[in-house]
Each structure stands twice: as C-alpha cells, then as structure tokens.
C-alpha cells in the first residue's frame, strides 16, 4: 500500500516521503495514528509539491548561513576577564563568544560554537564556529585581564 508520511518517521522516512508498507501496518499502525495517509494522486501532488518547497527554503537558509560564516571568517573579538597572574576568574563559555558576536550583529547560536577545552588563561585561541555540516568558519579570540 503506497502512503504519504505525515511526520518524521525514525525508521520508515522524514515527512512529506512516498513510501510502499504493507496494508496491515499502515491501516492498523500509521492511519490510525495519524502519521501517514494514503497516497491519492492529489495528496502525492500535494507532497511533492511541499518537499520542492521545503527544499527551496532550505537552500535559502543555507546561502544565509553561508554569507554569515563568510562575515565571521578571520574575525576578531577580544574578551576582557578578571585574571591573577594570567589565569582567569572562571572560564570563557560559548554563551561568552556568542553574546560577544551579537553585539557586532552577528547572530550565532551557541551551539554552533566549539571550543576544543576549557579557556582558562589568558592569550590567543582560535574558535571553530559550525553554522550547517558544510558551513563553518573560524574566528580569532583574544582573551585580555581588567
């Protein structure tokens, strides 16, 4: 039996995919459920239609993040933090770089930064930023004491 998933289905497909289940697991398991319907030729026009537009949107979002990581490229930022004798009072956090980026507009979510361990001391650190997985780019911080 053709169906149209309705949702993200770990083990069958992501929302919007035609797929062939058998009759008994999708009139007892998936319609009931909701989580798919039968594949009208109306509803598969219907879904091709939303998957080209969710492919278009996405590739929308990725020139977005694109360009961004293109402003970040061999950007410069210079954190100022309480230190004794080079060490710092604490450590800097994503959360740290990320609200450092947003006050130079530059809006990037906390997570996509990775900091490979712990800054703890002042000096130069070079921070990978992963927007998308083909999307990164590499920012400078410079860690300075008050």
């Known amino acids: 039996m053709k ?3 309705l949702q993200d289905i770990k083990s069958l497909g992501k929302q919007n995919d035609i797929k062939d289940v058998s009759e008994g697991y999708a009139r007892n398991f998936l319609l009931p459920k909701k989580l798919a319907a039968i594949a009208t ?3 598969v026009k219907i879904a091709e239609t939303k998957k ?7 590739k929308a979002k990725l020139e977005k993040l694109r360009e ?4 970040l490229k061999n950007k410069r930022i210079v954190l100022k933090k309480r230190e004794k004798k080079g060490k710092l009072f604490g450590s800097i956090t994503a959360k740290d770089i990320a609200s450092e980026l ?7 979510p906390e997570k996509s930064i990775i900091i490979k361990e712990a800054i703890k001391k002042t000096g130069e650190y070079e921070i990978r930023i992963t ?3 083909e999307v990164e780019a590499k920012i400078k911080l410079e860690v300075t004491g008050e």
């Open 68 to 71: 961004l990581a293109e402003k």
């Open 102 to 108: 947003e006050k130079e507009n530059l809006a990037v």
């Open 131 to 133: 927007l998308a997985p």
């Open 52 to 58: 080209e537009e969710e492919k278009a949107a996405g």
């Open 41 to 43: 030729e109306e509803a």
């Open 3 to 5: 169906i149209i998933l």
